[in-house]
Every structure is written in structure tokens, then in C-alpha cells.
């Protein structure tokens, strides 16, 4: 098990990571809300990626797991911002990026901003724009107001406690949406999705792969799998999309 080592941002913040070395090109596992790097499908990934010889990097947000700064503080923005230096500066080439849940969205605007980067992606139930999409339109009227006024509302969550839903995170949210402008994948891309997720319909699997275009692009579904894609099947779908992507790179 490899220990974490710490990446300090242009912003201050302190990120905690965990690399394996190997050769390219190489996968880097983005995490969702409130998740860390020591979750099943990270550890599975590193341990699949080390058994093959190829570099793995995982790591945890600002305000998640090892890193610092307070997770209430944080937004899509800054934890996209971690992600970019991250891949900047501790891989080198291109890099097949795993997103899962808000790190699918998180993977998605790293292929705007730095295609040049990535060979190829695999998202696992991403949920891209679920700050505007899942929370704001799903507020009522009272609770938008709650949030305005009071700049936080907390809402349930089948994680354990309720999620604490941020002003913030609302408003930093619009900054990178991607559904609402192009978005064009050139590289093998594989869309992964369980029909029986209750957090990330399937009807937004659907959108995304209707609006991303590409050469290259596929949605899986898996029957009666849930958001955590962390089953048996589940991971065996998800190195099984890997593989393939690799073979398409060649």
C-alpha cells in the first residue's frame, strides 16, 4: 500500500495523494462529493493499474480525506482547480482520467480545458452540473430562499448525515457547467451507468451522451446497479472499460 505524499497548490491548499509508478499511458481516479481516496473503487483501480505495470495516481480534494481546508468552504471550481494541478504536475503525457460521480463532471472539464492531456475517459454514474440540475432545480421555493438568506441549508443524504449545501457551491457551480455549452471528447470515451442508481438518474447518462460529441463514445449500462458501482460486476465493468479504452489508444 503505497503512503500518501502531499501536493501544495498555487492556491495554498494542501492535497493529499497517492501514486504508483508504471508506465502510460497512465490513469488518474477522480473522486466524488464528499468521497475520499481510500474508497473501494480507488484502492481496487490502484491495485488492478499496480498488478499491470501502469503509473495510477488518486488523490482527495481540498476539504476531502487527507487534504486541507474545510470542505464547506470548498466548490466545484476549486476542487477542479486541484484536479488540474494535479494532473499538471504529477504526470507527464497523456492520461486515461476514471470520474466518478461529481469526478465524472470534474473529468469532463478537465477535457475542456486540457485535451491536449488526455487519452482517453471512463466515468462511473457521472454527474455533470448536479450542483443546478439535482439541487437548485429540486429546491422549493422556501429552501432557495433559506440558502440565499442564510448561505447554507442541509439536505438528506443516504450516506449518513445530511449534506450541507453551500451558497457557494450553488453559485461556484454555474462557473463550470458543461451541459449547456459543447462539448467535444476526442479520445475513447466510456459512459458507465446502473439502472438502479437513485443519485444520478439514468436520464442524465442519457443527456450527456446526446450532447457530447466524438469518434469514439459509448454509455454501458449495468442492470440493477446502484451509484456506488462498487460491486463484484460493478469494478469488473470498470477495468473492463479501461482495458478497452487502452486498446483503442493502442
Known amino acids: 500500500m503505497t503512503q500518501s505524499s502531499f501536493l501544495t497548490t498555487l492556491q495554498g491548499r494542501r492535497i493529499a495523494y497517492r501514486k504508483i509508478e508504471g508506465t502510460g499511458p497512465g490513469l488518474v481516479f477522480l473522486g466524488g462529493f464528499k468521497s475520499d481516496m481510500q474508497g473501494v473503487k480507488a484502492t481496487h483501480l490502484e491495485d488492478w493499474a499496480g498488478a499491470r505495470g501502469r503509473t495510477f495516481v488518486r488523490f482527495d480534494y481540498s476539504g476531502h480525506g487527507e487534504s486541507s481546508e474545510d470542505f464547506l468552504d470548498g466548490s466545484v471550481a476549486d476542487w477542479a482547480e486541484d484536479a488540474h494541478q494535479v494532473i499538471t504536475r504529477l504526470t507527464e503525457g497523456p492520461q486515461i482520467l476514471i470520474g466518478s460521480s461529481m469526478g465524472g463532471w470534474i473529468s469532463l472539464l478537465m477535457s475542456k480545458r486540457m485535451p491536449e492531456r488526455i487519452a482517453g475517459l ?34 438528506p443524504s443516504e ?17 463550470t457547467l458543461v451541459l449547456r455549452d459543447p462539448l467535444h471528447l476526442p479520445f ?8 438502479c442508481d437513485e443519485d444520478v438518474d439514468i436520464s ?3 443527456r450527456l451522451l446526446g450532447h457530447a460529441t466524438g469518434p469514439d463514445i459509448r454509455l454501458i449500462c449495468l442492470k440493477d446497479a446502484d451509484h456506488r458501482f462498487s460491486s463484484e460486476d460493478g469494478l469488473r465493468l470498470i477495468e473492463d472499460a479501461i482495458a478497452n479504452v487502452l486498446e483503442r489508444i493502442g
Open 159 to 175: 450516506y449518513g448525515a445530511p449534506y450541507v449545501i453551500t451558497r457557494r457551491l450553488i453559485e461556484e457551480g454555474r462557473r
Open 122 to 155: 471512463v466515468t462511473i454514474a457521472a454527474a455533470p452540473d448536479f450542483t443546478e440540475d439535482m439541487y437548485w432545480a429540486g429546491f422549493t421555493d422556501a429552501q432557495r430562499t433559506r440558502l440565499l438568506d442564510e448561505g447554507r441549508i442541509a439536505v
Open 188 to 195: 475513447p470515451v466510456r459512459f458507465l451507468q446502473g439502472t
Open 204 to 206: 442524465v447518462a442519457l
